[in-house]
Nanobody, 115 residues
């Protein structure tokens, strides 16, 4: 069973930065695609960023140029660097590991951006 633990969330002022981390218990971490999702109150969960096994990345339009997803396979850890944060980025952020037929979720970490 894969377990994911996110950290790095918190309260930050608009324009500030946060770096989220996601540590995975998975064997062969490098063989999983990794994603970051978020869910704001009353909203559907949405994909924020994703990084493939080969390192290709894609981002939601709303975060392009501000957020960067990365991974360190030697540490079984993924990251989401969030810069120029806006109040509308406020949400619970979840990391995922994906492989054919399986998707694993972390418990989430709260990010709150004050105006």
């Amino acid at each position: 069973q894969v377990q994911l633990v996110e950290s790095g969330g918190g309260l930050v002022q608009a324009g500030g930065s946060l770096r989220l981390s996601c540590v995975a218990s998975a064997n062969s971490f490098r063989n999983y695609a990794m994603g970051w999702y978020r869910q704001a109150p009353g909203e559907q969960r949405e994909l924020v960023a994703r990084i493939s096994v080969g390192g290709m990345t894609n981002y939601a339009e709303s975060v392009k140029g501000r957020f960067t997803i990365s991974r360190d396979n030697s540490k079984n850890t993924g990251y989401l660097q969030m810069n120029s944060l806006k109040p509308e980025d406020t949400a619970v952020y979840y990391c995922t590991l994906e492989t054919a037929g399986n998707k694993y979720w972390g418990q989430g970490t709260q990010v709150t951006v004050s105006s």
